[in-house]
């Protein structure tokens, strides 16, 4: 029983030393490494607005009319705010269009 345990105990100690030799060879390894020479800049692209011109606005207004007159006559002619954020993350505006 005795020998089992020492065994055992034997066995955790070859595997942590064999860890700690791992990690450390592994830490050296990366610190060795030196970072690539010709690195390039991060290009940032401008954001983007695209808003539908004035004929597509009354296209719109015309199909909402359409569709749904009472809706779109409630609404103040149906437009909300139809700035499309091409590529971008920036909040959504909260104007109404108005045309």
Not at 41 to 58: C, D, F, G, M, N
Request: glycine share 6%; proline share 7%; net charge positive.
């Amino acid at each position: 029983m005795i020998r089992k345990l020492i065994a055992i105990a034997a066995a955790i100690a070859i595997n942590c030393v064999v860890l700690a030799w791992f990690h450390a060879w592994g830490a050296a390894a990366v610190a060795k490494v030196d970072p690539p020479a010709n690195t390039q800049k991060i290009l940032t692209l401008p954001t983007l607005h695209v808003h539908p011109s004035a004929e597509q606005l009354r296209e719109l207004r015309k199909e909402r009319m359409q569709t749904a007159p009472e809706q779109a006559s409630a609404g103040g002619g149906g437009v909300a705010c139809l700035a499309m954020p091409y590529y971008s993350f920036a909040p959504q505006c909260d104007a109404a269009v108005s045309g």
